[in-house]
């Protein structure tokens, strides 16, 4: 059985044929010699972490904002993080999303700082966001905002950093969780 999605893109209609599973032909799977394999409840530990850095006196939607675009920097530049794509039950498919948890944590704007330099001096690789950022529409502006401000001049907001988890923890020394 095969299911066509209409989808619209830059004013063309596209087709799409995605396959499901018939019900008509299933196989039993108890006299297959490949058997599916149960998922391993063992916990999945990673050697490295993704966290972001928030200034504590940031506005709720300002710290979703914040946070959103933050990670995206990450997912772009460092494919590693991304695990592989969903689908549900009926084949529907979904995007790729990070394959481990994202830690949040808050901090004043002088710890942020330092969480900066210390991301900077361990190389980390890492996302900025500035409070021009608010005031701004778009990626080139912002952008443009970030580039007008000297690196120990910048008015963070928030930092995302990756890489191990040694490193990051101690990036990230004198923050504490996102509550």
């Known amino acids: 059985m095969q299911r066509t999605y ?8 596209q087709s799409r044929c995605m396959s499901t599973p018939s019900t ?5 799977t108890q006299n297959s010699p ?13 050697d490295t972490k993704i966290a972001v850095l928030l200034r504590a006196d940031l506005a709720p939607w300002q710290r979703l904002n914040v946070t959103a675009f933050l990670v995206s920097g990450l997912g772009t530049q460092l494919p590693e993080v991304i695990g592989e ?24 704007k002088e710890t942020l700082t330092t969480a900066h330099t210390r991301a900077l001096t361990r ?16 990626d080139r502006d912002n952008r443009a905002a970030v580039r007008a401000v000297p690196t120990a001049e910048l008015d963070l907001v928030g930092l995302a950093v990756y890489g191990p988890r040694a490193a990051v923890d101690k990036t990230l020394k004198g923050a504490h969780m996102h509550p």
């Open 123 to 138: 190389a980390l690789p890492r996302s900025v966001f500035t409070s021009d950022l608010f005031t701004t529409g778009n």
């Open 24 to 28: 008509q032909n299933t196989q039993n």
């Open 6 to 13: 209409k989808t619209v893109s830059g004013g063309a209609r």
């Open 85 to 108: 794509p969903y689908a549900d039950a009926d084949g529907v498919p979904y995007l790729p999303m990070f394959r481990q948890p994202v830690l949040v944590f808050e901090a004043t």
């Open 34 to 46: 490949i058997a599916p394999v149960a998922p391993s409840r063992e916990p999945v530990r990673f």
